[in-house]
Protein backbone atom coordinates (compact mmCIF):
# COMPACT_ATOMS: atom_id res chain seq x y z
CA UNK A 1 0.00 0.00 0.00
CA UNK A 2 3.08 2.03 0.14
CA UNK A 3 4.48 3.78 -2.68
CA UNK A 4 7.64 3.99 -2.60
CA UNK A 5 9.11 5.15 -5.76
CA UNK A 6 6.16 8.00 -5.73
CA UNK A 7 6.61 11.61 -5.03
CA UNK A 8 4.79 11.67 -2.19
CA UNK A 9 6.94 11.12 0.91
CA UNK A 10 6.39 8.29 2.81
CA UNK A 11 5.47 9.20 6.04
CA UNK A 12 2.83 11.35 4.96
CA UNK A 13 1.06 7.85 2.72
CA UNK A 14 1.44 6.36 5.81
CA UNK A 15 -0.18 9.04 7.82
CA UNK A 16 -2.99 9.49 5.68
CA UNK A 17 -3.74 5.78 5.28
CA UNK A 18 -3.99 5.62 9.40
CA UNK A 19 -6.31 8.82 9.22
CA UNK A 20 -8.37 6.84 7.09
CA UNK A 21 -8.43 3.59 8.61
CA UNK A 22 -9.84 5.98 11.70
CA UNK A 23 -11.92 8.43 9.78
CA UNK A 24 -13.80 4.69 8.46
CA UNK A 25 -13.81 3.37 11.69
CA UNK A 26 -11.84 0.18 10.67
CA UNK A 27 -9.73 1.23 14.06
CA UNK A 28 -12.09 1.94 16.37
CA UNK A 29 -11.41 4.26 19.91
CA UNK A 30 -9.12 2.45 21.81
CA UNK A 31 -7.65 -0.02 19.80
CA UNK A 32 -3.79 -0.38 20.15
CA UNK A 33 -1.20 0.85 17.15
CA UNK A 34 0.90 -2.08 16.04
CA UNK A 35 4.48 -0.97 17.58
CA UNK A 36 6.86 0.86 15.19
CA UNK A 37 8.91 -2.09 14.33
CA UNK A 38 5.71 -4.32 13.37
CA UNK A 39 4.38 -1.74 11.18
CA UNK A 40 8.12 -0.68 10.26
CA UNK A 41 8.38 -4.55 9.42
CA UNK A 42 4.75 -4.68 7.68
CA UNK A 43 5.11 -1.91 5.39
CA UNK A 44 9.11 -2.23 4.47
CA UNK A 45 9.69 1.17 5.96
CA UNK A 46 12.35 2.53 8.21
CA UNK A 47 11.27 3.03 12.15
CA UNK A 48 11.79 6.72 11.87
CA UNK A 49 9.15 6.68 9.07
CA UNK A 50 6.35 5.04 11.06
CA UNK A 51 7.76 7.17 14.12
CA UNK A 52 6.83 10.41 12.06
CA UNK A 53 3.65 9.76 10.81
CA UNK A 54 2.84 8.59 14.21
CA UNK A 55 3.55 11.81 15.64
CA UNK A 56 2.03 13.86 13.64
CA UNK A 57 -1.53 11.96 14.22
CA UNK A 58 -0.78 12.10 18.00
CA UNK A 59 -0.41 16.33 17.21
CA UNK A 60 -3.64 15.89 15.40
CA UNK A 61 -4.87 14.43 18.38
CA UNK A 62 -6.40 11.44 16.36
CA UNK A 63 -3.98 8.89 18.28
CA UNK A 64 -3.02 9.12 22.08
CA UNK A 65 0.42 8.07 23.20
CA UNK A 66 0.93 6.76 26.93
CA UNK A 67 4.09 6.40 28.59
CA UNK A 68 4.68 2.31 28.69
CA UNK A 69 1.58 0.75 27.24
CA UNK A 70 1.68 2.10 23.74
CA UNK A 71 -0.40 4.45 21.24
CA UNK A 72 -4.13 3.79 20.84
CA UNK A 73 -7.02 5.48 18.58
CA UNK A 74 -8.25 8.47 20.51
CA UNK A 75 -11.65 8.34 21.53
CA UNK A 76 -13.90 11.10 20.13
CA UNK A 77 -13.74 13.82 21.94
CA UNK A 78 -16.80 15.67 24.13
CA UNK A 79 -18.46 18.37 22.30
CA UNK A 80 -18.84 21.12 25.22
CA UNK A 81 -21.12 24.08 24.31
CA UNK A 82 -20.59 27.36 25.83
CA UNK A 83 -23.56 28.53 25.09
CA UNK A 84 -25.57 27.09 27.72
CA UNK A 85 -25.10 27.34 31.72
CA UNK A 86 -25.06 23.68 32.89
CA UNK A 87 -23.90 21.45 35.31
CA UNK A 88 -20.89 18.25 34.90
CA UNK A 89 -24.10 15.66 35.72
CA UNK A 90 -26.28 17.94 32.70
CA UNK A 91 -23.68 17.21 30.31
CA UNK A 92 -22.77 14.04 30.61
CA UNK A 93 -26.66 12.93 30.63
CA UNK A 94 -27.26 14.94 27.61
CA UNK A 95 -24.75 12.57 25.74
CA UNK A 96 -26.06 9.47 27.51
CA UNK A 97 -23.12 9.19 29.69
CA UNK A 98 -23.33 8.41 33.23
CA UNK A 99 -21.89 11.03 35.44
CA UNK A 100 -19.78 10.34 38.58
CA UNK A 101 -18.07 12.14 41.67
CA UNK A 102 -15.23 11.50 44.02
CA UNK A 103 -15.04 13.89 46.49
CA UNK A 104 -11.04 14.24 47.02
CA UNK A 105 -11.00 16.48 49.66
CA UNK A 106 -13.20 18.88 51.77
CA UNK A 107 -11.32 21.75 53.58
CA UNK A 108 -12.44 24.72 55.69
CA UNK A 109 -9.58 27.56 54.37
CA UNK A 110 -9.38 31.43 54.44
CA UNK A 111 -9.55 32.34 50.71
CA UNK A 112 -6.59 33.78 49.30
CA UNK A 113 -6.76 37.16 47.58
CA UNK A 114 -7.96 35.43 44.00
CA UNK A 115 -10.45 33.49 45.23
CA UNK A 116 -11.83 36.19 48.03
CA UNK A 117 -11.75 38.43 43.94
CA UNK A 118 -13.50 36.12 42.20
CA UNK A 119 -15.97 35.58 45.70
CA UNK A 120 -16.50 39.29 46.13
CA UNK A 121 -15.43 38.79 49.42
CA UNK A 122 -12.48 40.36 52.08
CA UNK A 123 -9.45 38.23 51.62
CA UNK A 124 -8.92 36.00 54.54
CA UNK A 125 -12.81 34.84 55.01
CA UNK A 126 -13.38 30.98 55.53
CA UNK A 127 -15.00 29.51 52.28
CA UNK A 128 -15.03 25.19 51.77
CA UNK A 129 -12.55 24.07 49.57
CA UNK A 130 -14.27 21.40 47.71
CA UNK A 131 -12.17 18.99 45.03
CA UNK A 132 -13.73 16.24 43.03
CA UNK A 133 -12.94 14.18 40.54
CA UNK A 134 -15.56 13.69 37.37
CA UNK A 135 -16.19 10.72 35.81
CA UNK A 136 -18.18 9.77 32.55
CA UNK A 137 -19.36 6.53 32.45
CA UNK A 138 -16.20 5.36 34.94
CA UNK A 139 -13.39 7.58 33.31
CA UNK A 140 -11.74 10.21 34.92
CA UNK A 141 -12.50 13.16 32.97
CA UNK A 142 -11.94 16.29 34.91
CA UNK A 143 -10.86 17.77 38.28
CA UNK A 144 -13.08 20.51 40.20
CA UNK A 145 -11.53 22.29 42.60
CA UNK A 146 -14.37 24.70 43.77
CA UNK A 147 -14.76 27.41 46.03
CA UNK A 148 -17.57 28.61 47.99
CA UNK A 149 -18.55 30.84 50.94
CA UNK A 150 -18.79 29.21 54.23
CA UNK A 151 -21.05 31.29 55.76
CA UNK A 152 -23.71 30.86 52.38
CA UNK A 153 -24.15 26.86 53.54
CA UNK A 154 -24.79 24.72 55.34
CA UNK A 155 -22.41 23.04 58.07
CA UNK A 156 -23.31 20.24 56.84
CA UNK A 157 -22.38 20.66 53.09
CA UNK A 158 -20.12 18.02 53.05
CA UNK A 159 -22.06 15.24 52.96
CA UNK A 160 -24.06 16.25 49.64
CA UNK A 161 -21.01 16.11 47.67
CA UNK A 162 -20.82 12.92 46.28
CA UNK A 163 -23.97 13.79 43.26
CA UNK A 164 -24.59 16.68 41.99
CA UNK A 165 -23.29 20.35 43.40
CA UNK A 166 -26.02 22.51 41.14
CA UNK A 167 -28.79 19.97 41.68
CA UNK A 168 -27.95 20.69 45.46
CA UNK A 169 -27.87 23.97 45.35
CA UNK A 170 -30.75 24.26 43.67
CA UNK A 171 -33.19 21.36 44.85
CA UNK A 172 -32.31 21.56 48.50
CA UNK A 173 -31.08 25.02 49.42
CA UNK A 174 -33.83 26.78 47.26
CA UNK A 175 -30.88 28.86 45.51
CA UNK A 176 -31.20 30.22 42.10
CA UNK A 177 -28.57 29.74 39.90
CA UNK A 178 -28.60 32.30 36.99
CA UNK A 179 -25.40 33.10 34.92
CA UNK A 180 -21.72 32.53 34.78
CA UNK A 181 -18.26 33.81 33.77
CA UNK A 182 -15.87 31.11 32.47
CA UNK A 183 -12.35 31.63 30.84
CA UNK A 184 -10.61 28.78 29.27
CA UNK A 185 -6.52 28.24 28.63
CA UNK A 186 -4.32 25.41 27.80
CA UNK A 187 -1.76 23.76 30.22
CA UNK A 188 -0.19 20.71 31.22
CA UNK A 189 -0.95 17.93 33.72
CA UNK A 190 0.96 18.24 37.09
CA UNK A 191 2.00 14.52 37.98
CA UNK A 192 -0.96 15.03 40.57
CA UNK A 193 -3.04 15.76 37.97
CA UNK A 194 -2.04 13.28 35.49
CA UNK A 195 -2.20 10.72 38.77
CA UNK A 196 -5.91 11.53 39.35
CA UNK A 197 -6.98 12.11 35.62
CA UNK A 198 -5.03 9.19 34.87
CA UNK A 199 -2.72 10.59 31.78
CA UNK A 200 0.38 11.20 31.55
CA UNK A 201 2.76 14.06 33.19
CA UNK A 202 2.34 17.09 30.96
CA UNK A 203 -0.41 15.42 28.65
CA UNK A 204 -2.27 18.95 27.42
CA UNK A 205 -5.25 19.91 29.57
CA UNK A 206 -7.60 22.82 29.57
CA UNK A 207 -7.60 25.26 32.81
CA UNK A 208 -11.38 26.49 33.16
CA UNK A 209 -12.17 29.36 35.76
CA UNK A 210 -15.91 29.29 36.13
CA UNK A 211 -17.45 31.94 38.73
CA UNK A 212 -21.11 31.89 39.06
CA UNK A 213 -23.79 33.87 40.27
CA UNK A 214 -27.10 34.11 41.74
CA UNK A 215 -30.11 35.65 40.35
CA UNK A 216 -29.78 38.12 43.18
CA UNK A 217 -26.15 38.73 42.26
CA UNK A 218 -23.76 36.97 44.75
CA UNK A 219 -21.31 34.69 43.41
CA UNK A 220 -22.05 30.85 44.44
CA UNK A 221 -19.40 29.39 43.55
CA UNK A 222 -15.50 29.82 41.76
CA UNK A 223 -13.83 27.00 40.53
CA UNK A 224 -10.79 25.89 38.80
CA UNK A 225 -11.07 22.92 37.17
CA UNK A 226 -8.64 20.20 35.00
CA UNK A 227 -10.42 18.96 32.06
CA UNK A 228 -8.23 16.54 29.92
CA UNK A 229 -7.17 17.73 26.90
CA UNK A 230 -7.44 14.38 24.73
CA UNK A 231 -11.07 14.10 26.08
CA UNK A 232 -12.62 17.75 25.24
CA UNK A 233 -13.23 20.35 22.77
CA UNK A 234 -15.91 23.50 23.46
CA UNK A 235 -18.20 24.90 20.74
CA UNK A 236 -19.70 28.10 20.29
CA UNK A 237 -21.90 29.33 17.55
CA UNK A 238 -21.35 32.50 16.34
CA UNK A 239 -23.26 35.09 14.56
CA UNK A 240 -22.17 38.47 12.74
CA UNK A 241 -23.13 41.19 14.24
CA UNK A 242 -24.21 44.13 11.62
C1 LIG B 1 -19.43 22.18 35.91
C2 LIG B 1 -18.66 23.36 36.44
C3 LIG B 1 -18.48 23.38 37.93
C4 LIG B 1 -19.71 22.93 38.67
C5 LIG B 1 -20.23 21.65 38.10
C6 LIG B 1 -21.49 21.23 38.75
C7 LIG B 1 -16.84 24.30 35.14
C8 LIG B 1 -15.45 24.23 34.69
N1 LIG B 1 -17.32 23.34 35.89
O1 LIG B 1 -18.60 21.07 35.77
O2 LIG B 1 -18.21 24.70 38.29
O3 LIG B 1 -19.41 22.74 40.02
O4 LIG B 1 -20.50 21.82 36.73
O5 LIG B 1 -21.75 19.94 38.29
O6 LIG B 1 -17.45 25.22 34.80
P1 LIG B 1 -22.58 18.93 39.15
O7 LIG B 1 -23.88 19.58 39.43
O8 LIG B 1 -22.68 17.71 38.31
O9 LIG B 1 -21.81 18.69 40.43
Redesign the pocket.
Known amino acids: MIQKDSPIPIYYQLQEQLKEMIENEELDPGTPLPSEREMAEKYEISRMTVRQAVTNLVNEGLLTRSKGRGTFVAEEKIEQTLMKL ?6 MRARGIE ?1 G ?1 KLISFEEVQADANTAKHLSIPPDTYVFQIS ?1 L ?1 FGDGEPM ?1 L ?1 V ?1 YLVKDRLPEDTVNHLE ?5 YIEQQLGLAIDR ?1 R ?1 TIEPSFATSREAELLTIDEGSPVLL ?3 T ?1 FLSDNTVI ?1 Y ?1 K ?1 V ?1 RGDRYKFIADMKRQR
Request: cysteine-free; charged content about 30%.
Open positions: TSFSEDPSRRAESNSLYDAQLERTEVSY
